[in-house]
């Protein structure tokens, strides 16, 4: 049954780069008309779980969990964060093993797409699911001897003392032969049908767009979700998360989700084969 609405709830987590995209919408630039558009802000994990649940009618989530929500949302083409040769860490103290094996590697999700890529670098890990921002200080005070970083950790790791064991951004671009690690996306519920679909994929396309050609302002927007980081850094955590691939995955960024997900199903890490599908 098709749900007739004007209320829409656009879900993202409280990260710079997420709070970057939705600038547009966030400073009423994006006329959005008779739709009321509200958003809603959560980690990523808490929205992978909120979606199974069909929640909210736009939101970010993992890859990962796309791959157990296709059947009632669909993909945006706009929206994507992908790591370009970086992306999530694991990191060590400077005095840590020197292999995963036998190690319990602290990490922010099941659900998040750092965990399924971490899983295809290194099977049958032992892990401890934990909040994304207490990782960090787990590894730091010994309560862990590893961390899967996501965010900003990505960027002051070495201030807190901790040295790096894998980029999986930076393993996944040599191990494909260039492609971009996918991390996350911006989905839509299919029962709004595809005419509300499309008016709102237009309307978030365009959200992004705004705040890429007004990059300063939107800046000093997304700096209030950065968690400690300052100007600079806030800059450059952006510039790695909301770019071209943002704005359209492409032809790079499509065979970047395929090989993923591919790969994903052949590990039998995900519970089926996906079929890509874009909201055009």
């Not at 993202?12 to 959005?32: E, I, Q």
């Not at 992004?208 to 950065?226: E, M, P, S």
């Not at 980081?229 to 395929?258: E, Q, S, W």
Request: aromatic letters at 10%; charged letters at 20%.
């Amino acid at each position: 049954m098709r749900i007739v609405s004007t209320r829409i709830t656009v879900a993202h987590s409280p990260d710079s780069d997420d709070a970057f995209m939705f600038y547009g919408l966030a400073c009423g630039a994006v006329d959005t008309g008779d739709l009321q558009v509200e958003q809603v802000l959560a980690d990523i994990e808490t929205l992978n779980r909120a979606a199974f649940e069909g929640r909210y009618e736009v939101t970010a989530v993992s890859f990962h969990a796309y791959c157990h929500l296709a059947d009632r949302y669909a993909l945006l083409p706009h929206g994507a964060s992908m790591g370009d040769g970086y992306g999530p860490m694991v990191v060590m103290r400077q005095d840590g093993p020197r292999t995963l094996d036998g190690v319990t590697v602290a990490i922010p999700g099941t659900m998040t797409s750092a965990w399924l890529a971490l899983q295809m670098y290194w099977p049958r890990l032992q892990y401890e699911v934990m909040p994304f921002d207490q990782i960090l200080e787990a590894v730091r005070d010994g309560k862990v001897a590893a961390g899967l970083i996501i965010h900003e950790g990505q960027l002051t790791y070495a201030e807190e003392g901790m040295r790096k064991f894998v980029d999986l951004g930076e393993w996944w671009k040599a191990r494909t032969g260039g492609l971009p690690l996918p991390l996350g996306c911006n989905v839509i519920r299919r029962d709004l049908g595809p005419a509300l679909m499309s008016r709102v994929s237009t309307l978030l396309h365009a959200s992004i767009t705004h705040a890429l050609g007004h990059r300063q302002a939107a800046l000093d927007y997304a700096q209030q979700f950065g968690r400690g980081l300052d100007a600079a850094r806030t800059d450059r955590f952006v510039g790695m998360y909301v770019n071209d691939l943002t704005v359209n995955y492409g032809p790079r960024g499509r065979a970047a989700i395929k090989r993923f997900l591919d790969e994903a199903w052949e590990l039998r890490l995900i519970p089926k084969a996906i079929e890509i599908e874009f909201v055009e």
